[in-house]
């Protein structure tokens, strides 16, 4: 029998409301500045530690951890983390170098046109070596595409991309993300380390802003 494995990932409609902010515990300061818990930060958990396994049968015994900033640290801490668990429990262990680099691409809730790599342009250290790239969400997939093309540049042995969040946008990027968590309407999402304009860092659960929360924390664009 054909027992292919299902990995998902988990489709979120559109026309899922979310939970009520009522019924969980988030900071007080953001409460004008939600509509909903929209993934609890407990799904997102058990979501993570799916995908950490995933990733531990496709690795052989090492790999290096690309972890995109600033949106993608939650991301992959707790992924790290669950492969290091995964790894304990079954006598797997995979060696797990952790890199970090860092993208900005987005003004108040619109993606900018350029991409721009922020500190360590220079990844010799990935030639040869086996990469997972980790990055909190993926819609067009145009930063995604940008990227790997300067990782290929110093020639990895094998990179996939493992993202949290991908948005059903038109010409949606599927192929490009090997590891997803949910795939989510064309919302703009904030938590667990989705920023918008660096506020709502410190939100454990992913959130759909609100029109208020939008408005105060607005940037004007600048040129600096
Ligand atoms: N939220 C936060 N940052 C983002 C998003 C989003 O929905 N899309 C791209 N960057
Ligand atoms: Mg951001």
Known sequence: MDTAVIKGPIVIPDDWPGYSLELFSYPEHYHEDIDSVYIPHGVIMNRVERL??????DFG???VVLCVLKGGYKFCVDLVEFIKVLGRNSNKYLETRVEFIRLKSYLNDQSTEEL?????????????????????????GKTMKALLKHVETFEPKMVKVAGLLVKR???????????????????FVVGYALDYNEYFRDLNHICVISKIGKMKYKQEQSNG
Not at 52 to 57: G, I, W
């Open 52 to 57: 950490a396994r995933y990733v531990m049968d």
């Open 61 to 63: 015994d090492s790999i």
């Open 116 to 140: 721009q790599i922020i500190g360590s342009r220079d990844l010799s250290f990935l030639r040869g070596k086996s990469v997972l790239i980790v990055e909190a969400i993926v819609d067009t």
């Open 169 to 187: 946008v038109p010409n949606m990027a599927e192929d490009l993300t090997d590891y997803v968590g949910f795939e989510i309407p064309n919302h």
